[in-house]
């Protein structure tokens, strides 16, 4: 049995919803969209009822689903749901166009509908629509079949698709998240690999915790996880197959090797070894297994990243005599240092949209999250405080998860903030993370 179904397989049927009586102009003209904010920003008011239980029992579910969808856009920063204890008009049929003045009443200028009905083949039908409440017109509609088991799978599908027609941007709540889990005393601490949902739901443990694991990373192409595990012996690299449950060792590597990380097709693997008193970057062909050099220095090379079309990487180094943030073309050659503010710099990541490079940044007893442009230009610090590390972007490139330790006897925790630093939120896991990395949006 698969460890985890892929869309194709929860989705079994989907099409668009079309205009109802009493609506106008439905899919006509969009409706502004919600600028995506740089400095201050109002979040869109919206309201979010409870979907419509289209069978008896399925009344739950329907909770379930408006409850996913009110979080997922509130924790985004984008939009303020209403509270249902606000609403005047309660939905009874998604068939029939809202009351729209009740909800201009109470200043929604959106509003989402839905309903969940079981069918006679014990599958699960979910339909939602979208409502532009000034112009009363329907902005987007879909129904999807699934097992009632994947409900919270449709609850993210369904808020993906109101973020991407209300922002014009793809969302990402239908995505996971890697990261460490830790349980224990400091002095002994056990580390497991564990995978979530991003929402903190649905967690399980993909590693016992008998060997040390660090730096896991997700594929950008397949729903394949590389990471790093300290048993006996070398280190050794590993790839895990989310879909299927499988691992396989990439390799073990004399000495050290440091924050494997897949080239954008899935295809090859990035990593830095060491050797010595230094370290260099090294690329892993997954098919041939044929490693390949792209840097020979006197310094310490490590945490490479390439950028989404592939053709450069960023990385850290210590070569101009303390860490700073290098690009260079994918295949080696020339570097170009980008970072040049006080303190040192470490941990780049490239978003997916191609535009910035996250890191992390110490300096006077503080450690900063921040991006900048790919040419080091603009740098923006998006949170400070003591030990921030770690940053992974979201697959839409607007919002980076990274983790905090404050140190004493208490461990670290998983925050996001949106790339302009708005919006910090805790992510809720079961016990200390750290090391988290984002996925792509599931397929």
């Not at 249902?84 to 109470?106: G, Y």
């Not at 570097?335 to 006080?342: D, H, K, L, V």
């Amino acid at each position: 049995m698969p460890f985890r179904l892929n869309r194709r397989q929860i989705i079994t049927g989907m099409a668009a919803l079309g205009a109802v009586a009493g609506g106008r102009n439905a899919f006509a003209q969009a409706p502004k969209r919600i600028p995506i904010p740089e400095g201050e920003f109002v979040p869109l008011p919206i309201a979010i009822p409870n979907f419509v239980a289209g069978t008896p029992g399925d009344a739950e579910v329907g909770v379930g689903v408006a409850q996913v969808i009110t979080n997922n856009l509130k924790r985004s920063g984008l939009f303020a749901p209403i509270d249902q204890a606000a609403h005047i008009e309660r939905i009874a049929n998604i068939d029939v166009a809202p009351q729209f003045q009740s909800w201009k009443q109470i200043n929604a200028q959106a509003l989402v509908t839905g309903r969940m009905t079981r069918q006679g083949d014990g599958r699960l039908k979910a339909e939602f629509r979208l409502w532009d409440i000034n112009t009363n017109q329907q902005l987007t509609g879909q129904q999807y079949f699934t097992s009632p088991e994947y409900w919270r799978r449709i609850a993210h599908i369904i808020s993906d698709q109101i973020y991407e027609r209300m922002t014009g941007e793809k969302g990402y709540f239908d995505s996971r998240i890697v990261f460490v889990d830790e349980t224990g005393s400091k002095e002994r601490r056990v580390k497991r690999l564990a995978l979530m949902d991003q929402d903190g739901a649905n967690v399980r443990y993909l590693t016992r915790g008998s060997d040390l694991v660090l730096t896991p990373r997700f594929s950008p192409s397949t729903q394949e996880i590389t990471y790093m595990e300290f048993g006996q012996g070398d280190p050794r690299v590993y790839l895990f197959n989310v879909e299927t449950g499988q691992r396989e060792i990439v390799g073990n590597f004399p000495g050290m090797s440091f924050s494997p990380r897949f080239s954008p097709d899935g295809q090859r693997i990035i990593m830095s070894l060491q050797q010595g008193g230094n370290s260099n970057l090294f690329v892993m062909d997954l098919r041939s297994k044929s490693t390949t050099r792209l840097t020979d220095t006197p310094a310490i090379d490590t945490s490479p990243s390439y950028s989404p079309d592939g053709s450069r990487i960023c990385f850290e180094s210590d070569r101009g005599g303390k860490p700073q943030i290098y690009v260079m073309p994918a295949t080696g050659g020339g570097a170009q240092r980008i970072s040049f503010g006080e303190g040192s710099y470490s941990t780049p990541v490239w978003s997916p949209r191609g535009d910035y490079i996250a890191f992390t940044k110490q300096g006077g007893g503080a450690f900063a999250i921040g991006i900048m442009k790919t040419d080091g230009s603009g740098e923006r610090i998006l949170t400070s405080g003591f030990h921030n590390e770690g940053p992974t972007f979201s697959p839409n490139g607007r919002v980076v998860m990274f983790f905090r330790d404050p140190g004493g006897s208490g461990g670290p925790s998983l925050y996001t903030v949106d790339i302009s630093g708005r919006n910090e939120l805790r992510v809720p896991t079961p016990g200390f993370a750290s090391d988290p990395a984002w996925s792509p949006l599931l397929s």
